[in-house]
């Protein structure tokens, strides 16, 4: 009777346990994998400054944001904003910076951050 109690609480255990990859994601954890999503599929090529433009830190891959072309900095704003509306944290501290995007050898790069 012993073996049958113990073997019993073993398999209510087992079968109690919870998978780590099965919790419940937040919002903001859902936020920032759709932004990353969309940021992966960006490009930083253009023609001209138009066609660059800058994202915010929502994303682990990119902490502190960055420049990317203009199309998917478009998709990524509704995004930024539902992410600040949730007042979800940032994944890291960042000092600020100036976005400032231009095309330089057809790539989107900060005005701040090219030497003339």
């Known amino acids: 009777m012993k073996h049958i109690i113990i073997l019993f609480l073993f398999i209510s255990l087992a079968a109690c346990k919870s998978d780590p990859q099965a919790a ?3 919002p903001c954890d ?3 994998q759709k932004f990353t999503a969309i940021l992966e599929k960006g490009t930083e090529v253009c023609q001209s400054n138009a066609d660059c433009g ?3 830190a929502m ?3 990119q902490p502190c944001g960055g420049i ?3 199309k998917t900095a478009e998709q990524l704003r509704p995004l ?3 992410f ?3 007042t979800c944290p940032f994944y890291a501290a960042c000092a600020p910076w100036m976005c400032q995007p231009v095309c330089v050898k057809n790539q989107c790069v ?3 951050q090219f030497s003339k």
């Open 24 to 26: 419940t994601k937040t």
């Open 54 to 56: 800058c994202y915010g």
């Open 80 to 82: 930024e904003n539902e």
């Open 84 to 86: 600040l509306k949730n």
């Open 110 to 112: 900060n005005n701040k």
């Open 30 to 32: 859902e936020i920032s």
């Open 59 to 61: 994303s682990p891959n």
């Open 68 to 70: 990317i072309d203009a």
